[in-house]
């Protein structure tokens, strides 16, 4: 796993834009695995502005989103599906109807979710998967207990996220108590994975992530299985691990060989 600690919330989001942008220039069709939350807005605004900037473009691209609550609408104001299109698809280039987002309001949840895993199988594969962590450690919507071999399925959403989450709903009544996600097994098929994490919110998760036991209790710890997975964290999210003068020490290292 590689580990970048960067200063703050703005460099980690400009580490994933360039990410982002980089591939999709050796890659114009490439599939793009995205994620909501606060984590990713900042990323998002960046690729915004290196689209308006002509940079990059977005016209070939295809996207898979993570997750979505479980009975919203995609119109509904907190659905992950509305969240993508005003924090990202309305203000790029990128075809709407390659856009996925799993249906909340699917009537046959079953077939919604093996439709999306088998529409995932025929763009190809998701070359980079964006990923943020929850409190509990959850990716997507993995909460903690989730199967590493879990694929996109129906989840009960933990008293914990859903309180980390009724910030956006103005209570925690109205946050939904399931969701569609991508499973972990799903997650880790990608072929790179990109963690991001800010905030000193953040260290617990992100330290059992990175160096705890490899356990299901932990959903990010299932990143230690994947042979190309990226943590990006700012100083506070990175507060708690143990071996941040080896991380620092790759890095130099890595960044002296690709100058050569
Ligand atoms: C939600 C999403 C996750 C996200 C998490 C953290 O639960 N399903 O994909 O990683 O929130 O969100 P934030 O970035 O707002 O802390």
């Not at 880790?188 to 992100?206: F, H, S």
């Not at 932990?218 to 990143?223: D, H, I, M, N």
């Amino acid at each position: 796993m590689r580990v970048v600690v960067l200063e703050n919330a703005d460099s980690v989001a400009q580490f994933a834009a360039d990410f982002f942008v980089q591939q999709v220039k050796r890659k114009p069709n490439s599939v793009l695995g995205l994620a909501t939350g606060s984590t990713p807005l900042g990323t998002y605004r960046k690729l915004i502005e290196a689209y308006q900037a002509g940079r990059v473009s977005f016209k070939d691209v295809t996207t898979f989103n993570l997750d979505e609550y479980y009975g919203l609408e995609p119109t509904h104001e907190q659905s992950y599906r509305r969240f993508m299109r005003e924090s990202l698809f309305d203000h790029i280039d990128v075809e709407p109807s390659r856009t996925h987002v799993p249906l909340g309001t699917a009537n046959n949840v079953e077939a919604e979710t093996e439709a999306y895993e088998a529409a995932i199988v025929a763009a190809g594969g998701i070359d980079v998967q964006l990923l943020g962590i929850g409190t509990d450690g959850h990716i997507a919507f993995n909460e903690p207990g989730s199967s590493f071999a879990s694929r996109t399925r129906l989840k009960t959403l933990t008293r914990r996220t859903r309180q980390d989450n009724a910030r956006f709903f103005g209570s925690l009544d109205l946050v939904p108590k399931l969701a569609l996600t991508m499973g972990i097994g799903s997650i880790l098929e990608a072929r790179q994975l990109l963690l991001l994490a800010c905030g000193e919110g953040k260290a617990e998760a992100i330290a059992k992530s990175v160096e705890g036991p490899v356990s299901a209790i932990c959903p990010g710890s299932a990143l230690q299985l994947h042979r190309r997975a990226i943590v990006v964290l700012d100083k506070g999210a990175a507060k708690g691990l143990s071996q941040l003068e080896y991380y620092a020490d790759c890095e130099m290292n890595l960044n002296e060989l690709t100058k050569v």
